[in-house]
């Protein structure tokens, strides 16, 4: 009677830290969309706040992860990975939570059978992988989002400057009249600009909290101008058609890839939802092998070919450029 007690509320304990966990993960990875929506960026929300401008300044670097000064937890990768992930949650919270998500699904894992011996070696690995794993996909997003949003901002810089605006006046209008991420990041640039840094070390201070693939292109444009002259309106017009052809381009082919894709799905979710079908129509079919030691390395084995095989799959189908 105490071994049955303590099984079933193992279960119970492992199920409700997983759900607190993963929800406490999904707020993680959602929170802040509707920032995202909104017209107006988290730099002019924090003007609104009867900050000063050099405040406003200090907080968006600290929470950019610019001058901050490394911890034990502050590992160089992770460091940029969270940065350009836009993540303004401190790092080692971060991985406090990340951990904590591990731990619980390891723990649910135990409580639904696997052994304890398997669960301790899956639990290091899983414990370094998530963080990794949260912080590109964060990345990838919001460099979707700030590709989507260059075109528009260059093309604004171009009609400032017809207009007979300096360029610091210009990428400083784009700080106020558009969201973020970009909102925010050009103006960080206007705000270093005017506390003295140089227009192209901003520049490049904002390439490495981004890391975004086209910036380059951005960053060298100013910098000639600036060493050599030129007439950047055009420069500038031309650069934000390049990039808006290579958007297009980019969901051209993310198309035509699409039944690559589609397979991939299909293929992982056909023994999944096979598994699923089985323990609702025969129960005991897989409860009584489920402590066997046979049945996880077999598990094992299936994720990693199902891993090996989306992961070509995926290559396949991708486009670089």
């Known amino acids: ?9 193992l279960v119970y304990a492992a199920a409700a830290i997983c759900g607190i966990l ?13 920032d995202r929506r909104s017209t107006i960026n988290r730099r002019m929300k924090l003007q609104q706040s009867q900050l000063s401008q050099e405040q406003v300044l200090i907080q968006l670097r600290k929470e950019r992860g610019v001058g901050t000064s490394r911890s034990v937890f502050s590992l160089a990768r992770l460091r940029d990975l969270r940065t350009q992930s836009g993540l303004v949650m401190p790092l080692a919270k971060f991985l406090m939570a990340t951990s904590g998500v591990a731990f619980a699904l390891v723990l649910g894992a135990i409580a639904m059978g696997l052994s304890m011996r398997f669960g301790l070696l899956a639990l290091p690995p899983l414990t370094l992988a998530l963080p990794f794993l949260v912080l590109r996909f964060l990345r990838k997003k919001r460099h979707k989002r700030f590709g989507i949003q260059l075109p528009e901002a260059l093309e604004l810089i171009t ?41 192209v070390t901003a520049l490049n201070n904002m390439f490495q909290r981004v890391g975004h693939e086209d910036l380059p292109l951005f960053v060298t444009a100013v910098s000639i101008q600036a060493t050599t002259g030129g007439n950047l309106r055009e420069i500038l017009d ?13 969901r051209k082919v993310k198309s035509i890839s699409t039944e690559g894709r589609m397979s991939a799905y299909i293929l992982t979710a056909v023994p999944m939802l096979l598994a699923l079908a089985m323990l609702i129509l025969v129960p005991d079919m897989y409860g009584a092998v489920i402590g066997e030691p046979l049945t996880w390395y077999l598990l094992g084995a299936t994720g990693f070919w199902l891993f090996l095989g989306n992961f070509m799959m995926f290559k396949m189908a991708s486009f670089r450029f």
């Open 1 to 9: 009677m105490v071994e049955e007690f303590t099984t079933v509320h």
């Open 22 to 34: 993963i929800a406490e993960a999904a707020y993680l990875l959602f929170a802040g969309r509707s």
């Open 159 to 199: 009609r400032s400057l017809k207009a007979g605006h300096p360029v610091p006046v210009a990428i400083a209008m784009v700080a106020r009249e558009m969201p973020d991420p970009i909102g925010t990041e050009f103006g960080l640039i206007a705000d270093e600009v005017t506390y003295g840094s140089d227009l």
């Open 238 to 250: 031309g650069l934000a058609t390049v990039i808006r052809e290579r958007g297009k381009l980019r």
